[in-house]
């Protein structure tokens, strides 16, 4: 659930940028940890360029273009499961990313400008921050314009692209799936011509049948797959599959301690035979319990760092696990991200320091003792100091939040679109899939 993120536009930008000058496809696009696939790969998180100043009141000092917003609403999240408040500013910096249809982009360097054409408003930017605003409180007729963005923006399959009318994935169907839970929201009820969000979700997820993490010829059963792939085949990928098991329990980012939903005395070695959300999400748990049973940790998918571990989707896989009730598959992974979660964090940032805690607060250890390490305190370090007690006093100002309340501009020119869907041609034939969520197939122990 790296996306969770904005992984796919930096995919594009990244190889339409690269067209002209043989496809620069590095890694280092990706910025403070929106896709922990890349950050376990050399210079992963790129520094923001000394004529850079990081805004006030956000987290991080990576450059934020490609995922501000992002790393801003995982970190308000985090601080919110334990209890503590956000640095002075960083709810109002949030709240002034946000367009005057309450769409967001991934980031916009100038909030006082408005929204127009060019500004690349998605999903999961604008359902991460509405978690993040519904954690907060306060924030109300915010959230609410953000939701109906969503709801607006919806697929006639149940589900949502990570841009506004693009094919539904697994990751941005199940991120808008926790924002509808977050405002209390029913998302089975949200449909489009019949179809609900969990529709969207069946429809990415590989048969079970009767195997399970025990049966080698069924090792990708119980998985989701991030899209179909050109004939309509189904990958199994295990970023997707974490955020899908979530999704299709209503869950967003945080998940309580003891708060699993499983098949009640159901085996985690074995299927379920049914294709409800609960029956699929147990089945998408059997699969991650199964991939991380021999080294704890999931692989990378990325080309290039195929034999590096990935730190961020296995905090997620954690999470997963926990919220689908098997929290003994939760212990193995979570030791081996102790131990070694601390050159990839320091390195990635916020949201990984984030992705950490969320990954102790659901399997019920204890964030401030990591390992050894206060995943909170450094979580605190990496961002503003002093506190906000009441988020609805912080004032905002609409013209600053984006255009006019017309909606317009939330989107991007037809030319723009155009060379999104040649550089999202190109990175599928590269790394199929691979860069926007990581469809490959993961390597399985």
Not at 306 to 335: F, I, M, R, S, Y
């Amino acid at each position: 659930m790296n996306v969770r993120r904005s992984a796919a536009v930096v995919a594009v930008l990244t190889v339409t940028a690269g067209l002209g000058t043989g496809l620069g496809l590095a890694p280092a696009a990706f910025a403070d940890g929106t896709a922990s696939e890349a950050s376990t790969a050399p210079s992963a998180s790129p520094s923001a360029s000394p004529s850079q100043a990081i805004p006030t009141g956000l987290y991080g000092s990576n450059d934020p273009t490609y995922d501000g917003v992002w790393r801003q609403s995982l970190t308000l999240l985090a601080l919110d499961a334990v209890g503590e408040k956000p640095g002075a500013g960083a709810v109002e910096w949030l709240v002034g990313q946000q367009c005057a249809s309450g769409a967001f982009p991934a980031y916009r360097a100038d909030a006082t400008a408005k929204c127009d054409s060019a500004t690349a408003v998605d999903t999961n930017s604008t359902a991460a921050a509405i978690q993040a605003l519904a954690a907060v409180g306060g924030r109300d007729a915010e959230a609410g314009r953000a939701v109906r963005w969503l709801k607006d923006n919806q697929n006639e399959d149940g589900g949502w692209g990570y841009t506004a009318g693009g094919p539904s994935d697994a990751n941005s169907t199940s991120v808008v799936i926790g924002a509808l839970t977050a405002v209390g929201d029913a998302p089975g009820k949200q449909q489009k011509d019949g179809n609900s969000p969990y529709e969207a979700l069946r429809s990415l997820a590989l048969p079970c049948g009767d195997g399970g993490r025990k049966d080698g010829d069924a090792k990708d059963g119980g998985a989701f797959a991030y899209q179909p792939d050109k004939k309509g085949g189904l990958a199994a990928n295990a970023d997707a599959t974490a955020a899908a098991v979530l999704g299709s329990l209503g869950k967003g980012f945080v998940v309580g301690a003891g708060s699993g939903e499983g098949k009640g005395g159901a085996s985690f070695d074995s299927c379920a035979s049914g294709d409800s959300p609960e029956d699929l999400a147990h089945n998408g748990a059997v699969h991650l319990a199964g991939a991380l049973t021999a080294d704890g940790y999931l692989m990378s998918s990325l080309a290039g760092a195929e034999d590096q571990p990935d730190h961020g989707n296995t905090a997620d896989a954690v999470v997963a696990l926990a919220a689908a009730g098997d929290v003994d598959a939760t212990e193995k992974p979570l030791a081996w991200l102790a131990k070694n979660h601390g050159v990839w964090a320091a390195k990635a940032g916020p949201a990984a320091y984030a992705q950490l805690v969320f990954a102790a607060h659901a399997s019920g250890g204890d964030p401030r003792d990591f390992g050894g390490a206060d995943l909170v305190a450094q979580l605190q370090e990496t961002g503003p100091a002093g506190e906000v007690d009441d988020y609805s006093s912080v004032p905002v100002d609409d013209t600053a939040a984006g255009d006019e309340a017309d909606g317009t501009g939330d989107g991007l020119a037809a030319g723009v679109w155009w060379v999104i869907g040649l550089g999202l041609v190109v990175v599928t034939a590269v790394v199929g899939f691979g860069l926007v969520r990581g469809a490959r197939k993961r390597p399985q122990a």
